[in-house]
Protein backbone atom coordinates (compact mmCIF):
# COMPACT_ATOMS: atom_id res chain seq x y z
CA UNK A 1 0.00 0.00 0.00
CA UNK A 2 1.04 3.68 -0.92
CA UNK A 3 0.00 6.98 0.42
CA UNK A 4 1.41 10.50 -0.33
CA UNK A 5 2.82 12.71 2.08
CA UNK A 6 3.16 16.33 1.19
CA UNK A 7 6.09 18.58 3.11
CA UNK A 8 2.99 20.15 5.01
CA UNK A 9 1.81 16.71 5.93
CA UNK A 10 4.90 15.00 7.44
CA UNK A 11 4.71 11.57 9.34
CA UNK A 12 7.00 10.53 11.60
CA UNK A 13 8.79 7.28 10.67
CA UNK A 14 7.60 4.47 12.93
CA UNK A 15 9.75 2.18 14.85
CA UNK A 16 10.36 -1.23 13.38
CA UNK A 17 9.54 -2.84 16.06
CA UNK A 18 5.89 -1.50 16.06
CA UNK A 19 3.19 -3.89 14.81
CA UNK A 20 4.21 -6.59 12.56
CA UNK A 21 7.59 -7.79 12.33
CA UNK A 22 8.17 -7.62 8.95
CA UNK A 23 6.97 -4.24 8.71
CA UNK A 24 9.11 -1.44 8.35
CA UNK A 25 8.78 2.49 7.60
CA UNK A 26 10.13 2.83 3.67
CA UNK A 27 9.97 6.46 2.38
CA UNK A 28 10.18 7.08 -1.67
CA UNK A 29 11.45 10.49 -2.22
CA UNK A 30 11.69 11.83 -5.44
CA UNK A 31 9.88 15.04 -7.53
CA UNK A 32 7.10 14.49 -10.39
CA UNK A 33 9.33 15.29 -13.90
CA UNK A 34 11.96 12.75 -12.45
CA UNK A 35 12.62 10.20 -15.38
CA UNK A 36 14.26 7.68 -13.06
CA UNK A 37 11.00 7.63 -10.07
CA UNK A 38 9.13 4.86 -12.00
CA UNK A 39 11.73 2.62 -12.65
CA UNK A 40 13.28 2.72 -8.79
CA UNK A 41 9.85 2.74 -7.41
CA UNK A 42 8.78 -0.84 -9.48
CA UNK A 43 12.35 -2.12 -8.36
CA UNK A 44 11.18 -1.36 -4.78
CA UNK A 45 8.28 -2.75 -4.89
CA UNK A 46 9.83 -5.98 -6.30
CA UNK A 47 12.21 -5.72 -3.59
CA UNK A 48 9.23 -5.18 -0.65
CA UNK A 49 7.22 -8.60 -2.69
CA UNK A 50 10.11 -10.63 -1.77
CA UNK A 51 11.69 -8.96 1.08
CA UNK A 52 8.61 -7.16 3.33
CA UNK A 53 5.82 -7.87 1.83
CA UNK A 54 3.86 -6.31 4.83
CA UNK A 55 5.51 -3.11 4.15
CA UNK A 56 3.82 0.40 3.06
CA UNK A 57 5.24 3.03 0.69
CA UNK A 58 4.91 6.46 2.06
CA UNK A 59 5.03 9.07 -1.52
CA UNK A 60 6.96 12.20 -0.88
CA UNK A 61 6.63 14.46 -3.33
CA UNK A 62 9.50 16.99 -3.35
CA UNK A 63 9.13 20.03 -5.46
CA UNK A 64 10.72 22.65 -3.56
CA UNK A 65 14.27 23.71 -2.33
CA UNK A 66 12.31 24.40 1.07
CA UNK A 67 10.98 21.09 0.90
CA UNK A 68 14.10 19.26 -0.06
CA UNK A 69 15.88 20.80 3.06
CA UNK A 70 13.51 19.89 5.10
CA UNK A 71 13.54 16.26 4.15
CA UNK A 72 16.93 16.45 3.64
CA UNK A 73 16.72 15.33 0.03
CA UNK A 74 20.07 14.65 -1.41
CA UNK A 75 18.45 13.48 -5.24
CA UNK A 76 15.58 12.10 -6.93
CA UNK A 77 14.40 9.10 -6.31
CA UNK A 78 15.55 8.70 -2.25
CA UNK A 79 14.48 5.18 -0.64
CA UNK A 80 14.45 5.44 2.92
CA UNK A 81 14.30 2.37 6.07
CA UNK A 82 13.36 3.35 8.99
CA UNK A 83 14.22 6.97 7.82
CA UNK A 84 18.08 5.58 7.05
CA UNK A 85 18.85 6.08 3.30
CA UNK A 86 19.39 2.68 1.41
CA UNK A 87 22.50 3.73 -0.42
CA UNK A 88 24.12 6.23 1.69
CA UNK A 89 26.33 8.58 -0.33
CA UNK A 90 28.37 11.77 0.35
CA UNK A 91 25.52 13.64 1.80
CA UNK A 92 27.56 16.36 2.77
CA UNK A 93 26.44 18.63 -0.19
CA UNK A 94 23.69 20.62 0.34
CA UNK A 95 19.96 19.53 -0.34
CA UNK A 96 18.46 20.02 -3.55
CA UNK A 97 15.90 19.25 -6.28
CA UNK A 98 18.23 17.10 -8.74
CA UNK A 99 18.57 13.66 -9.93
CA UNK A 100 20.63 10.84 -8.39
CA UNK A 101 23.14 8.66 -9.46
CA UNK A 102 24.04 5.32 -7.70
CA UNK A 103 27.06 3.01 -7.88
CA UNK A 104 25.66 -0.51 -8.72
CA UNK A 105 27.65 -4.07 -7.10
CA UNK A 106 29.30 -4.29 -10.56
CA UNK A 107 30.90 -0.31 -10.31
CA UNK A 108 28.59 0.96 -12.80
CA UNK A 109 26.42 3.87 -12.04
CA UNK A 110 22.45 4.16 -12.72
CA UNK A 111 19.62 6.28 -11.90
CA UNK A 112 18.27 3.74 -9.17
CA UNK A 113 19.82 2.20 -6.23
CA UNK A 114 20.81 -1.40 -6.16
CA UNK A 115 18.15 -3.89 -5.26
CA UNK A 116 20.68 -5.27 -3.26
CA UNK A 117 21.12 -1.60 -1.19
CA UNK A 118 17.18 -2.18 -0.31
CA UNK A 119 16.92 -5.73 0.60
CA UNK A 120 20.37 -5.22 2.85
CA UNK A 121 18.66 -2.06 4.72
CA UNK A 122 14.88 -4.24 4.77
CA UNK A 123 17.41 -7.11 6.80
CA UNK A 124 19.20 -4.65 9.26
CA UNK A 125 15.88 -2.98 10.51
CA UNK A 126 14.48 -6.30 10.75
CA UNK A 127 17.18 -7.35 13.16
Known amino acids: ?3 ETTPESTVE ?3 ASSGDGNKVHIQFLYFATCPNASKALTLLRDVLRAEAPASEIEMITV ?3 EAARQYVFHGSPT ?3 NGDDVSPSD ?3 EPSLA ?3 YRQPDGRLAPYPPAEA ?7 ERR
Not at 118 to 124: F, G
Request: glycine share 0%; proline share 4%.
Open 1 to 3: MER
Open 13 to 15: PRS
Open 63 to 65: ETD
Open 79 to 81: IRV
Open 91 to 93: MSS
Open 99 to 101: CRI
Open 118 to 124: IAQALHR
